[in-house]
């Protein structure tokens, strides 16, 4: 039976630059803070508590980013694997809170203001079926 990768969210950051910037010189990062536990179908808890920086744009995949004239576009995906890295066994439930500082910067100097932005996510009683027409 396959099995699917988990729950997430599609989030697209755009950073605006000044007119006549070259936004392929600027990237788009952010500090993550995530908060949460999971209970695996076995009963066994996880913890999701993390904290680290990442670069959203660009990534050495392009098909997650683009640059154009003086806007920067980067695609992050927030969310929760289905699976317990470690038994590869499905999350039946839990709670995870993601806390996001982004902006844009050049290099390692930070160029814009910081948004900020939560993503929740809470499974209750997922019970780790696949039905239909899946390979």
């Known amino acids: 039976m396959p099995r699917c990768q988990g729950w997430y969210y599609n989030v697209l950051l755009t950073g605006t630059l000044p007119s006549g910037t070259d936004a392929k010189q600027y990237q788009i990062k952010q500090n993550v803070v995530e908060r ?9 808890t996880i913890s999701l508590n993390d904290k680290h920086q990442e ?33 590869n066994e499905f999350v039946r439930s839990a709670t995870l809170t993601m806390h996001f500082e ?22 209750r ?10 390979d």
């Open 36 to 44: 949460g536990s999971a209970t695996t179908e076995s009963g066994n």
């Open 55 to 87: 670069t959203i744009a660009p990534t050495g995949d392009t098909k997650y980013w683009a640059a154009k004239g003086n806007v920067i576009y980067g695609l992050d995906s927030p969310g929760l694997r289905n699976l317990d890295p470690k038994s």
């Open 102 to 123: 982004s902006w844009v910067a050049k290099g390692n100097t930070r160029v814009s203001s910081i948004v900020k932005w939560d993503v929740k996510i809470t499974v």
């Open 125 to 134: 009683d997922f019970q780790g079926k696949i039905t239909g027409g899946l």
